[in-house]
């Protein structure tokens, strides 16, 4: 039996209540490499959203091929489960070609 009023007590929400797409340009440098990217500001993310912001292991792997960048000449690349893709478009500055793939569709909306 529905009481008087209920109906005005129920809210509904999709699943973007809960996604924060606040994505800011951000600058990144690694040696003479520039990049600038969209990504969260946040240190965590909810959900399977992890590749929203950068990790650290991608800013360490980083340093090191822009430190090492002959080892990348002339190689294909690919990255798996790139995230904003700061590793795969710094590699794309060396390699003959490169390719950057992610399975979620929110972490892909906010790529080029
Ligand atoms: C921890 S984040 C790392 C992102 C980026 N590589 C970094 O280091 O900043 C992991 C990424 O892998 C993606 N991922 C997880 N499982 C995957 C799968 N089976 N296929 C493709 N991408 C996947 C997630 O969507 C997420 O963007």
Not at 23 to 45: D, I, K, M, N, P
Not at 77 to 95: A, H, K, M, P
Request: charged share 20%; aromatic share 8%.
């Amino acid at each position: 039996m529905e009481r008087e009023g209920e109906d005005d007590d129920i809210v509904c929400l999709d699943e973007s209540f809960f996604i924060d797409d606040n994505y800011q340009l951000t600058t990144f440098t690694f040696g003479s490499q520039v990049l600038q990217l969209l990504c969260l500001q946040s240190a965590s993310t909810d959900f399977d959203l992890t590749g929203q912001l950068v990790w650290p292991g991608a800013m360490l792997l980083n340093d090191y091929l822009s430190k090492n960048a002959e080892i990348l000449q002339g190689c294909t690349v690919i990255e798996l489960g790139s995230g904003v893709g700061i590793t795969g478009i710094l590699c794309s500055r060396f390699c003959s070609q490169v390719v950057l793939t992610d399975h979620n569709e929110e972490v892909l909306k906010a790529r080029p």
